[in-house]
């Protein structure tokens, strides 16, 4: 598999905020997000092509059971359904970053996904208008979600945060964990907060990225 980094750290967001975590970054991405902070995981070939195995090898020398999957986009991966049973088969609990646009339910089955529920969950992003890839989102990722999955949201204006609101106006059948953050630097958390108390959003939780706190936002395998 085409490896960008693999590291621990703390997860700096969703469901796991704040405990100790493994990261396998996976090479390439198939978006172009006006705000991304991972382009060097998508482009150059920046990548090392290590075995399932290998990547297992990394991963146990840490002795941190969450892992996350990361990208780039990592549902593109060859090979990914195998490395996400290796780790289940190996005591890992597993979360996969994923941007919206790819049909997860084209690897694993709705039953398949359930039978992996204790293992695995998903982190799906909705990209909204001002990332400029609202357009790629796959529609039955939304209808897919599970309990123990999580919807993230990333805003950097009023403009999306409308948006964000619609949205969930309009698939209130959603059960998985709602997350909305800010695009770091480009609008103030308190503005997010305030948007929330206008249209007493009680469903949705604000979250800083802690991460880019704890180092300078621009810091690589943190
Ligand atoms: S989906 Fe993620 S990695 Fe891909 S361009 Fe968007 S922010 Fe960057």
């Given at each position: 598999?085409?490896?960008?980094?693999?590291?621990?750290?703390?997860?700096?967001?969703?469901?796991?905020?704040?405990?100790?975590?493994?990261?396998?970054?996976?090479?390439?991405?198939?978006?172009?997000?006006?705000?991304?902070?991972?382009?060097?995981?998508?482009?150059?070939?920046?990548?090392?092509?290590?075995?399932?195995?290998?990547?297992?090898?990394?991963?146990?020398?840490?002795?941190?059971?969450?892992?996350?999957?990361?990208?780039?986009?990592?549902?593109?991966?060859?090979?990914?359904?195998?490395?996400?049973?290796?780790?289940?088969?190996?005591?890992?609990?597993?979360?996969?970053?994923?941007?919206?646009?790819?049909?997860?339910?084209?690897?694993?089955?709705?039953?398949?996904?359930?039978?992996?529920?204790?293992?695995?969950?998903?982190?799906?992003?909705y990209?909204?208008?001002?990332?400029?890839?609202?357009?790629?989102?796959?529609?039955?990722?939304?209808?897919?979600?599970?309990?123990?999955?999580v919807l993230k949201f990333?805003v950097?204006?009023?403009?999306?945060l409308?948006?964000m609101r619609?949205f969930l106006n309009?698939n209130q059948?959603i059960?998985a964990s709602i997350y909305v953050s800010?695009?770091?630097?480009?609008?103030?958390?308190?503005?997010i907060v305030?948007f929330m108390q206008?249209f007493n959003l009680t469903g949705v939780r604000v979250q800083?990225?802690?991460?880019?706190?704890?180092?300078?936002?621009?810091?690589?395998?943190?």
């Amino acid at each position: 598999m085409k490896v960008n980094e693999i590291f621990t750290s703390i997860d700096g967001e969703g469901i796991r905020q704040g405990f100790l975590c493994s990261f396998v970054r996976l090479y390439g991405c198939n978006l172009h997000c006006s705000y991304c902070d991972t382009r060097y995981a998508c482009e150059n070939n920046s990548y090392t092509d290590l075995s399932i195995g290998q990547i297992l090898d990394r991963l146990n020398g840490f002795n941190v059971y969450n892992v996350t999957i990361t990208g780039g986009e990592p549902l593109l991966a060859e090979g990914i359904k195998e490395l996400v049973q290796t780790l289940a088969d190996n005591g890992y609990f597993v979360n996969i970053e994923t941007n919206g646009s790819v049909d997860y339910s084209r690897i694993w089955t709705r039953e398949e996904r359930k039978s992996l529920s204790d293992r695995l969950f998903l982190t799906v992003d909705y990209k909204l208008p001002d990332s400029g890839m609202e357009k790629m989102m796959a529609p039955g990722n939304f209808r897919e979600l599970q309990s123990g999955d999580v919807l993230k949201f990333v805003v950097q204006s009023r403009k999306d945060l409308l948006a964000m609101r619609d949205f969930l106006n309009s698939n209130q059948h959603i059960s998985a964990s709602i997350y909305v953050s800010p695009v770091f630097g480009r609008i103030a958390p308190r503005e997010i907060v305030e948007f929330m108390q206008e249209f007493n959003l009680t469903g949705v939780r604000v979250q800083l990225q802690i991460h880019k706190f704890i180092w300078a936002p621009d810091t690589k395998g943190v």
